[in-house]
């Protein structure tokens, strides 16, 4: 039996009032009214696909042993890099490099689905664990619905044979080029075609017959369909798509569009974890992905989904919220505003492509050192020991240090290096293992700073290299717990 | 403890450009200011120079590499010149060689010059972005006010001391300095600030406002040393000699092991009693007449005054609030203003601190001379509250 076995999600603290978005466009785009409500989830400015993914994939193996993994599929269609293996970096962060094979998914919409389907036929065909993680953070233009619409999110699923708490039933895809919206390699925008279009040609007619095909493949009536689950801009969409394939409307999911926004890529996965948190044994999950074509997936919910240990899942990472009322400062975290950084945003952020090779577990792993001698817990990990009573050569083994929570020992509030997000909070973590390190904060506030406070460490951007094209530098950070 | 180089070595002559923005002025220029006054006070000529020292710490932003730049610009006798860096302390790093040279035998008559020209950069404070390819890639992206800041967090916790009690206490140290810095020409800001003015000021890195930073500035200083003997020789008199010259640094337990609070500058406890130790000194609070520390930050000030064992720990934020330091008490710092007023011209600042020491030994001081100091102290630190370079240098009367 192969089926889905953990799954975890990723949602960015902060949430932009769409109502403080329309106040500062309505001068222009009066029409957006009917929008202005509710929340969408923003990243933080040092946030991408990748480090949501990254975030949503830990969520996941939680309950799980990372090293066991054998396949990651990251799906996006906002890849921080075109060529450079993203899924490769979420890999080294998850510090599984050996024995994995790592692969992209994007390009369209239901990428997360067939993402989802990669991961549980190589589960399915012998090939081991396979973690499917999906995020996107999409760009939009000032004054669009998209704007409004979208959200910043990530969800993971770990595809296994043991203790399976989702059952694939069975899965149907058609891939057809129907153009609803597109974003081509020379923007970073969507451009799409008008809604009704796209319904009554696309959706009414690609998805129904997609449906219908599914359910008699896995030998299941619309009716059994518990939770229907299908993401889609057009709010009666869905509901229109379950009825006509018998799919009763009270089991058509929420869109979650009131305070999280559609997550691109990511969405169908971020829905699917939201049922998963609640659905009970028997249950049976139809997963409806729409983008040049449509991928239908039917799962059916095992006695193990009550079993699996708690997680934060879509439902902690939702709990855990600030709003944010400035959509000046959603522009400038997005790059739409050019800003005055001041000269000290001047600085070479160049990469040393060898020294990040050589020093990836520290970096990407955050993996640090304890001393077989003296059994101190260090960062980084040196050839000396850092014990002052042992300086022992050469005695250091690997040592995860991801995972520890670690306590403030001093920090401060600097407004004058610079930071996308000043002051920037930054401080001297200590892990009561032992080990320490200056270390950035992100996702704080003055009040959550303190020393003694509880940290947990999250894998964000560092840096970007504008001068060459936007390598993104990740590493580690300290956020409140 | 080696022998060391007490009385080995006496300062024959030294000189210092005024500091500030010096607009007018590149380093070669600062550089020269300083060692025209610092040749003619020695009374000897450029070529019996055997050996010279040049400490400058962000070389990037004005000289450059090498010992070229200073024996260019002095046109040097082609004489050995070595160029010192250890951040904060290269001033003083640069007088140490000089001193150890002389002290071997090496050299007759060594000159030490530091200098910094930071005020090319087009923005205030210290230029950043240094410290090599891996530390840019995890190492927060910190400044030196928010790393000095981080002292004054840990302190407060480990002393129990209070918010407000600290910040009037490194008010009172910024306060103090304004006060002598305003009686010193050469000196930067030459300004007395009120305490409402400094307690009120802008946030630069929560809890350090703008009056608990010094300033950035331009400026050199410079010393000649030869042997006490040689001095007498060329009828010198009131003769001040180096009683010692220590220097610790970090070797990153601070910064990686657990041991350490925050609270203290671990080098500089190590440092100051070598130091002591060299100089014969068994009780410095009543044997040291001066100090000159690196107050970078006031908060550095107060706690760099218990690591050299004058305030007892944690209790150093009374003694500044009684007026212990202050110029009319009983142990005055940064009589000459101090970093804080006087400027920190990074290279040129342990040089500096010697040059006060030297003028007031001599009876040279202008209306900051104190009555009759016998032993004087300075010491730098370079770098962050976790990982530094802490010098110590004691000078004094030769008797």
Redesign the interface.
């Known amino acids: 039996m192969v089926g889905i076995v953990a799954y975890g999600a990723y949602v960015p603290r902060l949430r932009l009032s769409r109502q403080a978005v329309y106040d500062a466009n309505k001068w222009f785009a009066a029409g957006l009214r009917g929008l202005a409500k509710g929340e969408r989830s923003m990243a933080n400015w040092d946030e991408d696909s990748i480090t949501m993914a990254v975030e949503a994939s830990r969520d996941c193996l939680s309950s799980h042993d990372p090293e066991d993994v054998r396949s990651l599929y990251f799906a996006s269609t906002t890849h921080p890099f075109k060529d450079r293996q993203n899924a490769g970096v979420i890999g080294t962060a998850l510090s599984i490099e050996q024995n994995l094979l790592a692969s992209d998914v994007g390009g369209s919409q239901k990428a997360g689905t067939s993402a989802l389907i990669a991961g549980l036929n190589a589960s399915k065909n012998g090939g081991g664990p396979a973690l499917v993680a999906a995020a996107d953070k999409r760009m939009t233009r000032v004054a669009s619905s998209s704007e409004l619409n979208y959200g910043d999110g990530a969800a993971a699923l770990l595809c296994g044979t043991e203790n399976v708490i989702a059952k694939l039933v069975g899965h149907h895809s058609v891939s057809m080029d129907f153009v609803d919206h597109f974003r081509g390699d020379e923007t970073d925008f969507d451009y799409g075609w008008e809604e009704r279009w796209i319904r009554d040609e696309g959706y009414s007619k690609i998805v129904p017959p997609a449906i219908k095909a599914a359910l008699a493949a896995c030998k299941v009536k619309g009716s059994d369909i518990t939770h229907f689950i299908m993401p889609s801009l057009m709010p009666a969409v869905p509901r229109q798509m379950a009825k006509a394939c018998g799919v009763a409307d009270g089991a058509v999911r929420d869109l979650l569009g009131a305070n999280l926004g559609d997550t691109g890529a990511a969405h169908a996965l971020v829905m699917l974890v939201d049922a998963l948190e609640t659905a009970k044994e028997g249950d049976k999950i139809m997963v409806v992905a729409f983008g040049q074509g449509v991928d239908i997936l039917v799962f059916e919910v095992t006695a193990e989904n009550a079993k699996l240990p708690k997680r934060n899942g879509l439902s902690g990472w939702m709990a855990r919220r600030k709003e944010e009322k400035n959509y000046l400062k959603f522009l400038a975290f997005n790059e739409m505003l050019p800003i005055e950084k001041?000269?000290?945003a001047e600085?070479?952020?160049k990469?040393?492509l060898s020294?990040?090779w050589r020093?990836r577990d520290?970096?990407y792993g955050l993996v640090g050192g304890k001393c077989k001698v003296c059994g101190?817990v260090?960062?980084?990990r040196?050839q000396v020991c850092?014990?002052?009573n042992c300086h022992a050569v050469d005695s250091q083994e690997p040592y995860r240090m991801a995972g520890l929570e670690a306590n403030v020992?001093?920090?401060?509030?600097?407004?004058?290096?610079?930071?996308p997000d000043p002051?920037?909070y930054?401080?001297?973590i200590?892990f009561p293992e032992?080990?320490?390190?200056?270390?950035?904060f992100t996702d704080c506030d003055k009040e959550q700073v303190k020393?003694?406070a509880k940290m947990r460490m999250t894998f964000r951007i560092?840096?970007n290299d504008t001068m060459r094209g936007g390598f993104k530098?990740y590493?580690w950070k300290a956020a409140p717990v | 403890m080696a022998r060391g180089i007490k009385d080995k070595v006496a300062i024959l002559g030294m000189g210092c450009s005024k500091f500030g923005e010096r607009w007018d002025s590149g380093a070669e220029e600062l550089m020269l200011e300083a060692y025209k006054e610092c040749i003619a006070d020695s009374g000897i000529d450029a070529k019996q120079i055997n050996a010279a020292w040049f400490s400058t710490a962000i070389d990037e932003v004005h000289v450059g590499k090498s010992g070229i730049p200073l024996s260019t610009t002095l046109r040097l006798p082609n004489i050995p010149v070595t160029h010192v860096e250890n951040m904060c302390a290269s001033g003083t790093e640069a007088f140490r060689g000089a001193c150890y040279a002389v002290a071997s035998g090496a050299a007759d008559f060594a000159l030490a010059l530091g200098v910094e020209k930071l005020k090319d950069?087009?923005?205030g404070?210290l230029p950043?972005?240094r410290g090599g390819?891996?530390q840019?890639?995890?190492?927060?992206?910190?400044?030196a006010?928010?790393?000095f800041?981080?002292?004054a967090?840990?302190y407060m916790?480990a002393h129990g001391v209070g918010g407000e009690d600290l910040k009037k206490a490194i008010g009172h140290v910024s306060w103090k300095s304004h006060q002598n810095g305003a009686k010193n020409p050469k000196a930067h800001l030459q300004k007395a600030v009120e305490m409402d003015t400094i307690l009120n000021a802008?946030?630069?890195?929560?809890p350090?406002g703008l009056f608990d930073c010094c300033g950035v500035s331009d400026g050199a200083a410079a010393a000649i040393v030869t042997t006490p003997e040689i001095a007498k020789s060329l009828g010198k008199h009131n003769i001040v000699s180096v009683k010692a010259l220590q220097l610790s640094v970090s070797?990153?337990?601070e910064?990686?092991?657990?041991?350490w609070?925050?609270s203290y500058f671990h080098t500089t406890r190590i440092a100051s009693k070598k130091a002591y130790e060299e100089a014969g000194i068994k009780n410095p609070r009543a044997e040291v007449s001066m100090f000159e520390v690196h107050d970078c930050f006031s908060v550095t000030e107060l706690v760099t005054m218990e690591d050299l064992h004058i305030s007892e720990t944690g209790k150093g934020w009374k003694d500044v609030l009684d007026g212990f330091y202050d110029a009319d008490g009983t142990i005055p710092c940064q009589i000459d203003g101090g970093l804080k007023c006087f400027g920190h011209p990074i290279g040129a600042s342990g040089l500096r601190m010697l040059y006060e020491m030297y003028l007031q030994f001599q009876g040279r001081a202008g209306a900051r001379q104190l009555k009759d100091p016998k032993i004087g102290m300075t010491h730098n630190l370079g770098g962050a509250p976790?990982e530094n370079v802490s010098s110590v240098a004691i000078v004094g009367r030769f008797e």
């Not at chain 1, 032992?434 to 950035?440: I, K």
């Not at chain 2, 802008?202 to 929560?206: E, F, R």
């Not at chain 2, 910064?255 to 041991?259: C, D, F, P, R, V």
């Open positions: 001041g000269m000290r600085f070479d952020k990469t040393a020294v990040l020093k520290m970096i101190t260090q960062f980084p040196s850092v014990n002052p020992m001093s920090f401060t509030a600097d407004s004058l290096t610079y930071s002051p920037a930054y401080g001297m200590t032992g080990g320490r390190f200056m270390a950035d020393v003694g560092r840096d530098r590493f | 950069t087009g923005y404070g950043g972005g390819p891996l840019a890639l995890w190492s927060a992206n910190g400044t006010p928010g790393n800041a981080q002292l967090t840990a916790t802008p946030m630069i890195a929560s350090l070797n990153g337990s910064s990686g092991h657990n041991s609070d925050g976790r």
